[in-house]
C-alpha cells in the first residue's frame, strides 16, 4: 500500500492532472488505486465526472462526521475517487491543537490497507490540508514544470516539506515528475538537468510532455485514456505509472 501526496504550493504545474491520468493508468495496470481530491477548488472532483462537487465529501470526512466507506464511490473498475465537498475550504480555517493535522491520516488508516495506491491532489498553498496530506503520505510527489520560476519555487517548497518533516519525526520519501515540458525547448532541458544534479536518483524516468489533449481533456469530464487514448498524454502517463511501480528514475545521460 503506497499512499503519494501530489504537492506542489505552486499552482497550475499539472498536480490534478497527473492524479487523475497516473490514477487511471495504475487502474488500468491492474492496481487497486484511490484517488482523493484534497483541494476546495474540486477540479479532480469535476474532472472524474462529478460536475458540481456538491456532495459531501472529504470535507465530512475531516470535520469527523462520516467514515470513508460512506463518501468513497466507484469511477471506473479498479479505480476509486473521494470528492472534496462543498465545505472542503472551511476546514482549513479551523484553529486547534495539533491532532486536527492526522484526521485524513487516521480517517482512512483502514480503508488504505485493501488499496495498492491512494493517490492526494493537494491544493497549491500550504495550509492544515497540505499537512494533513503529508501526514497521510508514505511518499511524495511533486510535478515541476519546464520554466524558470518553477526552480525559483522548489527552494521554499523543500522548506516547507522539511518543517513538516520535522514535526512528523520522520522523512518521507519525495520524488519529482517533469510535466508540460517540451523536450526542444533549451530552458526546459536546463532545467532537467538541474534536476538530476540537484536530486540524483529522485526523478521519475518518464516526462510529461506539453499536449493539447490534456489540456483539453477535463472539459470533457475525461481522463486522457478516455478522451484521446493513442495520443502522446496517455502514452507518457503510462509509461509513468510503470515507473512508479518500477521505482525507475531518470538517468543524467538522457
Ligand atoms: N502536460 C500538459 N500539457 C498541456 N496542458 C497541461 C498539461 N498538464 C496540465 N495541463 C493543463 O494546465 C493547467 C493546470 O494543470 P493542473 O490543473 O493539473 O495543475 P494543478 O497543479 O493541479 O493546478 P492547481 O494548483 O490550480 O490545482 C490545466 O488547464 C491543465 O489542463
Ligand atoms: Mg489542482
Redesign the pocket.
Known sequence: MRIIA?M?????????????NLGHALAAAGKKVTLIDM?P?G??TISCGNSANKEPGLDQLLMQQTTTENIVRDVKPKLSLISAGPKLAEFEQQKGDSSLALRLRNGIKEYAQGQDFVLI????SSGLLVINSLFAATEVLV?VTGDYLALLGLSRLLGIFKHIEKAMQHSLPLQFVL???DGRRKLARGIRTKMLTHFPGQVLATF????????????FQKSIFEYQPRGH?AE?YKALAQDLIKKRMMKNEQ
Do not use: W
Open positions: 501530489i506542489n504550493h505552486k499552482g497550475g504545474v499539472g498536480k490534478t492532472t497527473t492524479t487523475l483541494d477548488q477540479h479532480l491532489d493537494c491544493p497549491p510535478p510535466t508540460r515540458f510529461i510532455r506539453e499536449s493539447v489533449a490534456l489540456a483539453e481533456s477535463p472539459g498524454g507518457d
